[in-house]
């Protein structure tokens, strides 16, 4: 007699590992033929992604500084400011002003017609106005003088930036007057003084990547997404229940375990779901040029945890009660929209917004943590924050597939 044995490991049989490897493959295979899985999934993150890029691609970009208009009177002719001022004016990347000599009643009918931005009156003082100017401990003799229109409150950054520059000329053009004056041996220190450009600033990257308002809704796309496999998690859970569907029934009377075919499921489903995010990312990042920064490590680990979070919220919706199919799916999408807009999918701070009058939202909104996960990659040199919303993803995956799991073990029929 040829005796069967039977390999086990800690109650787990070979058989049983078998029937998990199997149950896993079917279900991705299923999937793969699941037409409708593979729109939500695959082609409409794709479609979703191009018309943001084609709304929103332009959004960070910015405007390039564009030069000031201005107008110049010179009460007197002076080869050195009017050197100065063409040469600021000097057509180009570079070109600072755009001025229009003219006299004092021309410019203010310019400035009237908001044609310019201020009006630079120019007057070389001469050296015996400087003494009688020190004499009088006067230090008001500046050669430029700006006016300003109290009606052109549109574009204020132009007029800060035409005082700054007057203000400037003004104060050094004192100094090497008067310096002239007290003590000719310094000046020329102090015209290199003057002419040497020092910078307080220090630019320094705090992340792999820059940030835009337009980067904020692909974070938010990705969530969605991700998200979008709880349609998935809650067709499972469904799928294992006698009651709702006729496959269900089928394997409450089959030999396998009810736990390890439900964990073959979920893997295959896992994998279905994260292969499509990485085709999304494939596309986002290579076709449209989206800019994830260089932790794509990061970004792929944010997918896989996120997959895992939106199938397990479906596993476990989808265990609850007695409800059809359709009441299940209706809530369900209810559940994922509400969260998407929450994390700023409709309206770009609208994570920022929850997080001043309720954070604990962002702390259990699963589309929130997808969205500032990917965020904080980008923009924060640790990865404190990162990990900080890796771990409440797997938190909420742990809660929900735990859920789900003992809803389903809980389920007994009195006849099949």
Known sequence: TRLKITMTYEGVSKDDVIAHGNTMKYTLL??????????????????????????FGGLGSGESFSAIPVAVVMQEESSELRSMF???????EDQFLEVTYASAADAKELLKAKEVYGIITADLPTVSDYRNAASAKDVSTYPLSLTLSAEMTS??????????????????YSAIAQAAMKDP???????????????????ESLGAGSVDESLTYFFNLIAMTCLYAAMIGNTLAISNQANLSDLGARRNVSPVP???????????????????????????TLVLKVDFGNHLGGVALTCLCGCLAGLSLGFLVGCIGQFSKETKFGFLMAAIMICCFL???????????????????????????????????????????FFTN??????????????????VRRKKYASL
């Open 30 to 55: 299923n999937l793969l033929r699941d037409k409708g899985q593979v729109f939500w999934c695959v082609a409409f993150p794709l479609l979703l992604g191009t018309m943001f890029h084609f709304a």
């Open 258 to 284: 009810r736990l390890l075919a439900t964990l073959g499921d979920l893997t295959g489903a896992l994998i279905f779901e994260f292969s499509s995010l990485l085709i999304t990312i494939a596309y986002l």
């Open 155 to 172: 574009d204020p950054l132009y007029q800060s930036i035409l005082s700054v520059l007057v203000d400037r000329f003004n104060i050094e």
């Open 343 to 385: 994390s700023g999918l409709m309206i770009g701070n609208m994570r920022a917004l929850v997080e001043d009058f309720c954070p604990l939202l962002n702390r259990i909104n699963p589309a929130a943590l997808i969205s500032d996960a990917l965020y904080s990659l980008v923009v924060y040199p640790s990865y404190t924050r």
């Open 390 to 407: 890796i771990a409440g993803l797997l938190l909420l995956s742990a809660l929900f597939c735990l859920g789900g799991l003992a809803l």
């Open 86 to 92: 063409d040469s600021l004016s000097k057509p180009g």
């Open 185 to 203: 041996t310094k000046l020329p220190a102090l015209l290199d003084a003057v002419s040497t450009e020092v910078s307080y600033i220090r630019h």
